[in-house]
C-alpha cells in the first residue's frame, strides 16, 4: 500500500478553501451591515463656479492664524444683493462658495497679510459651494434644505464631496434653519435667533 501524505494534506487545503468559499458570502454580509447612506443627488447639478474669485463679491473672509488657513466665502451677483435678512430666503439662481486656503509666510515664519490685513492665500485647497434652483434638493429627502444643492470641489473643479456623498452637508445645514434660508451666514453675523 503507498501512502502518500502530499495529496492527502491537499485535498484538506482544498476542502478547507471551498468552506471558505461556500461560506464567505454569509461571513461578507454578517461583517459589513448594510451601510446606510442618507439620500442624495445623483447629478451635480451645482456646477463649478468658474472665475469665481473675479466675478463673485467677497462676503466675509475668515482668517484662521493658527491652522494657517484663510476662509473665505464669495456670492454670485444675487446672493451679494441680499444684504438685509428681511430679504430672505435668497432667489433661484444664487450660488454661495466657501473657499480654504492655505497662507504664505516669510522667511521667518510670520504670516504675510495682504492690503485689506487679511492673510495671503497660497493655494485654493477646496470649495464648498451651494446653489438654489426651482425644485432642487429634493433628493435629499428628510434633510432638505429648501431648494440648494451641495458639491466640494477642488481648486480644478474635481470633485472632493461629490452630490452622492452631499447629504452630510444637507444634514448639518438644516440646522441653519429655513428663516435663514439653511445658509448659516453668508455675509450675516452668527446666529442669534434661529
Ligand atoms: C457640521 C456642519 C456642517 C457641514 C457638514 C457642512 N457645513 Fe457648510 N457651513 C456650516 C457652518 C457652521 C457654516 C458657517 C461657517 C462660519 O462660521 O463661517 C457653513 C458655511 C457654508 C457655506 C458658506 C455660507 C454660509 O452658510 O455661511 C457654504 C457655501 C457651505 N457651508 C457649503 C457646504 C457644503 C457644500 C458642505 C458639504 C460638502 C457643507 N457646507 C457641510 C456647517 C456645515
Given at each position: 500500500m503507498k501512502s502518500n501524505p502530499i495529496p492527502a494534506r491537499l485535498r484538506i487545503i482544498a476542502l478547507t478553501a471551498c468552506c471558505f468559499w461556500l461560506a464567505s458570502p454569509l461571513l461578507l454580509r454578517g461583517a459589513e451591515p448594510e451601510k446606510s447612506t442618507p439620500p442624495a443627488?445623483?447629478?451635480?447639478?451645482?456646477?463649478?463656479?468658474?472665475?469665481?474669485?473675479e466675478k463673485f463679491q467677497v462676503l466675509r473672509t475668515v482668517n484662521k492664524e493658527k491652522e494657517q488657513k484663510v476662509v473665505t466665502v464669495?456670492?454670485?451677483?444675487?446672493?451679494?444683493?441680499?444684504?438685509n435678512s428681511s430679504q430672505l430666503p435668497?432667489?433661484?439662481?444664487?450660488?454661495?462658495?466657501m473657499e480654504t486656503a492655505s497662507t504664505l509666510s516669510d522667511a521667518q515664519g510670520k504670516p504675510l497679510l495682504d492690503e485689506r490685513g487679511n492673510l495671503r492665500k497660497d493655494k485654493v485647497l477646496g470649495l464648498h459651494v451651494m446653489r438654489r434652483e426651482k425644485n432642487f434638493g429634493e433628493a435629499y429627502g428628510e434633510n432638505r434644505t429648501g431648494e440648494w444643492e451641495y458639491v466640494e470641489y477642488r481648486a480644478d473643479?474635481?470633485?472632493?464631496?461629490?452630490?452622492?456623498?452631499s447629504a452630510s452637508c444637507a444634514e448639518c445645514h438644516v440646522k441653519a434653519g429655513a428663516k435663514r434660508d439653511f445658509v448659516y451666514r453668508g455675509r450675516f453675523p452668527a446666529n442669534a435667533d434661529k
Open positions: 443627488p445623483t447629478k451635480d447639478r451645482v456646477g463649478f463656479p468658474k472665475h469665481y474669485q464669495y456670492g454670485n451677483g444675487l446672493v451679494a444683493a441680499i444684504t435668497y432667489p433661484n439662481g444664487s450660488v454661495i462658495v473643479g474635481s470633485h472632493l464631496t461629490p452630490p452622492q456623498e
